[in-house]
């Protein structure tokens, strides 16, 4: 009985009815109660008053039914106008929010040669057109391959959560705020209750961000809902490069992070930052620092080269010699970062 009344008033997890009364919304009869009580009795009364005494010509039992009919009509009538509401004290257990994040950046673009065991892995939940395990992934990028494991008919995890948590899925294709993403392919009214729909998730999916910032995603999250979050997943290449620390940001939200990596487990990547005075003079030695920067590198060996180039101009195009050494080259072994 309870699970049923509370379908019906929409409360998931109704655990217990504690009371219920009849109150009434209309401003004039909401903390006057009486009054909608003194009208329905009045019309009562006017109603037998009209037909005892100016109805006299009527047969006796004809006056009754007239009489009875119209003080009902008249009663439900000022009923109506006071606006009768059911008030229930009520206790539930709603259940948490479990926020989804999705990178929508341009990374998810990237195609990456996924090995052969990870192949064999992914067999077993993305399947063609026809329901055949597939089992080459070659040119399929990161964010397609999220796609095809939203979307395959094997994939149950969003369906098992859904059961204990509320989904809310979001994008991060922005630098300081995400897209919301709708769960359902139901309408407005009936989507709080209706069930997830991963294939919708996955049709709503891109890869047009100019930045990675889940840093700045997370801190978003955290001021859309402020309570009753159970934690954030995060399906990402995790390639950050904008925005506040990823790790700050997911401290500072006092829940727990999972993530779901996509891509190669180590990005490689080398850059190089070069410091110099502002101003050299001619024939005047200057120490230039060169500041390496890598991802995937740890070990290798790099040769570095500082090359300048005469600059000049010829009326309004501006001419550039041919880059030459100036100073030797050094070769140095990439530790750290």
């Known amino acids: 009985m309870t699970e049923w009344l509370g379908k019906l008033i929409g409360v998931e997890e109704l655990r217990d009815v504690e009371s219920m009364r009849v109150g009434f919304a209309a401003p004039w009869a909401e903390t006057r109660p009486a009054l909608v009580i003194f009208a329905i009795a009045a019309v009562v009364i006017l109603s037998i008053l009209f037909y005892a005494r100016f109805q006299r010509a009527a047969k006796s039992r004809a006056r009754?039914?007239?009489?009875?009919?119209?003080?009902?009509?008249?009663?439900?009538?000022?009923?109506?106008?006071?606006?009768?509401?059911?008030?229930?004290?009520?206790?539930a257990t709603p259940k948490s929010l479990l926020l989804v994040l999705f990178d929508g950046s341009e990374s998810m673009s990237f195609?990456?040669?996924?090995?052969?065991?990870?192949?064999?892995?992914?067999?077993?939940?993305?399947?063609?057109?026809?329901?055949?395990?597939?089992?080459h992934l070659?040119?399929?990028?990161?964010?397609?391959?999220?796609?095809?494991?939203?979307?395959?008919?094997?994939?149950?995890?969003?369906?098992?959560?859904?059961?204990r948590y509320r989904i809310r899925a979001y994008e991060m294709d922005k630098l300081n705020e995400v897209r919301e993403l709708d769960v359902t392919s139901e309408s407005d009214e009936a989507r709080d209750s209706a069930k997830v729909d991963p294939t919708h998730i996955a049709a709503q999916l891109g890869a047009q961000g100019r930045v990675t910032a889940i840093g700045a995603a997370l801190d978003d999250l955290g001021r859309r809902h402020r309570r009753h979050i159970?934690?954030?997943?995060?399906?990402?290449?995790?390639?950050?490069?904008?925005?506040?620390?990823?790790?700050?940001a997911a401290e500072a939200l006092r829940r727990p992070v999972y993530t779901v990596g996509v891509g190669p487990r180590e990005v490689i990547d080398l850059s190089v930052e070069l410091q110099s005075s502002l101003v050299m003079k001619k024939d005047e030695d200057s120490e230039v620092s060169v500041k390496i920067r890598q991802s995937?590198?740890?070990?290798?060996?790099?040769?570095?080269?500082?090359?300048?180039?005469?600059?000049?101009?010829?009326?309004?195009?501006?001419?550039?010699?041919?880059?030459?050494?100036?100073?030797?080259?050094?070769?140095?072994?990439?530790?750290?970062?």
């Open 64 to 91: 009754t039914i007239l009489t009875v009919f119209r003080a009902v009509v008249l009663g439900l009538l000022i009923a109506m106008l006071a606006e009768p509401t059911l008030i229930a004290d009520i206790r």
């Open 296 to 337: 995937g590198l740890t070990g290798r060996v790099a040769r570095v080269q500082l090359m300048g180039r005469r600059l000049g101009s010829t009326g309004e195009v501006e001419a550039q010699s041919e880059p030459l050494p100036i100073a030797p080259p050094k070769v140095v072994e990439i530790t750290g970062e």
């Open 111 to 135: 195609q990456d040669k996924i090995p052969g065991d990870s192949v064999q892995d992914l067999a077993r939940i993305v399947r063609d057109e026809r329901g055949n395990p597939v089992s």
């Open 230 to 248: 159970a934690g954030v997943v995060i399906v990402s290449d995790f390639d950050q490069n904008a925005g506040r620390d990823a790790i700050v």
């Open 138 to 163: 070659d040119g399929v990028s990161r964010q397609e391959l999220v796609k095809r494991v939203l979307a395959s008919p094997q994939n149950k995890a969003l369906d098992e959560l859904s059961k």
